[in-house]
């Protein structure tokens, strides 16, 4: 599976991006799809996930209520909707699919996504 996220962008303090994940070379919907994101110097972090049929999704902590994850499989394309950024926000945001399901407990986990996005940078001015 090749992924390709796009929409990233510079913006204001509260405004909003939706990013998007396109994959070819296999069907989207074989995968649990998530969003990471990573600033310079600092750990890949999880942003969110969205289960195999667009059912089930969860947020990191630091997003809910903010960042709302959809997917499209006809179109076999993830997005993440970003409201009400903020400069903590602002990273290289990437897109992954893992076989898993989002039932398991390690699908937080950078480790059990087989398939990465290339990123697309977030940057968020005060």
């Known amino acids: 599976v090749q992924l390709q996220a796009s929409g990233g962008g510079s913006v204001q303090t509260g405004d909003s991006l939706r990013l998007s994940c396109a994959a070819s070379?296999?069907?989207?919907?074989?995968?649990?799809m998530g969003w990471f994101r990573q600033s310079p110097g600092k750990e890949r972090e999880f942003v969110s996930v969205?289960?195999?049929?667009?059912?089930?999704?969860y947020y990191a902590d630091s997003v809910k209520g903010r960042f709302t994850i959809s997917r499209d499989n006809a179109k076999n394309t993830v997005y993440l909707r970003m409201n009400s950024l903020k400069p903590e926000d602002a990273a290289a945001y990437l897109c992954?699919?893992?076989?898993?399901?989002?039932?398991?407990?390690?699908?937080?986990?950078?480790?059990?996504?087989?398939?990465w996005g290339q990123g697309t940078q977030v940057t968020v001015s005060s």
């Open positions: 070379g296999r069907t989207l919907s074989s995968y649990t």
């Open positions: 992954a699919a893992s076989p898993r399901g989002t039932n398991s407990p390690t699908i937080r986990q950078v480790g059990v996504y087989d398939y």
């Open positions: 969205i289960s195999r049929g667009g059912v089930s999704t």
